[in-house]
Structures are given as C-alpha cells and as structure tokens.
C-alpha cells in the first residue's frame, strides 16, 4: 500500500474467516462463545 494506514476493513475476524473458508464472521473462535451464550438464552 502506498499509505500504510489506509483501513481497508479485513479486521482480524474477517481474515480467520477467509482463511477458514467460511462465509459467517459469527463461526469464528472470537464469536462462538458468546454466541453460545447467547443462543441458550430464554427470551
């Protein structure tokens, strides 16, 4: 890159994404924790 900061908006989830092959960013390790939590929660 010529300017080297330029956010280009691959945040660390986005990248382990790619690299994983996924299409959801809330598959990822930094996600599915709480998105366990979550998904046992009683509404």
């Known amino acids: 890159m010529q300017n080297?900061?330029?956010d280009y908006?691959?945040?660390l989830e986005r990248v382990?994404?790619?690299l994983n092959?996924?299409?959801d960013i809330y598959?990822?390790?930094f996600?599915?924790?709480p998105k366990k939590?979550?998904?046992g929660v009683k509404w």
Request: hydrophobic residues 35%; neutral net charge; proline residues 5%.
């Open 4 to 6: 080297p900061n330029i």
């Open 9 to 11: 908006g691959g945040g």
């Open 16 to 18: 382990a994404t790619a």
């Open 21 to 23: 092959g996924d299409k």
């Open 27 to 29: 598959n990822t390790a």
């Open 31 to 33: 996600f599915l924790n």
């Open 37 to 39: 939590k979550i998904d």
